[in-house]
Nanobody, 126 residues
């Protein structure tokens, strides 16, 4: 079992920044790729970004590329999501996840998630 707890969400104006954190506990954190997903009201949960267990590879949805940065600190069992130049359309509940597989096919990423966090709300006002 891996327990994931997100923090850092909140209300920010368009153009602002937020940094989300995800603290992991339980079995080996370093063995997993880690990802962030989001779900807006009335929409399906979508992939945002992921990082390999070593941190050497990162993956981003086109909608956040160049604005969001994922990183991880395996010594602290923590993964981060730095979000800059936020837009109202970034408003959603953001979920941290332990990812056991990630593939790229026809323009989008497909993932297999083994564990989810409980989510943290991010609201971007216009």
């Amino acid at each position: 079992q891996v327990q994931l707890v997100e923090s850092g969400g909140g209300l920010v104006q368009a153009g602002g920044s937020l940094r989300l954190s995800c603290a992991a506990s339980g079995r080996t954190f370093g063995g997993y790729a880690m990802g962030w997903f989001r779900q807006a009201i009335g929409k399906e949960r979508e992939f945002v970004t992921a990082i390999s267990w070593s941190g050497g590879s990162t993956y981003y949805a086109d909608s956040v590329k160049g604005r969001f940065t994922i990183s991880r600190d395996n010594a602290k069992n923590t993964v981060y999501l730095q979000m800059n130049s936020l837009k109202p359309e970034d408003t959603a509940v953001y979920y941290c996840a332990a990812v056991s597989a990630i593939t790229y096919y026809t323009g989008s990423y497909s993932t297999k998630v083994d564990y989810w966090g409980q989510g943290t709300q991010v609201t971007v006002s216009s």
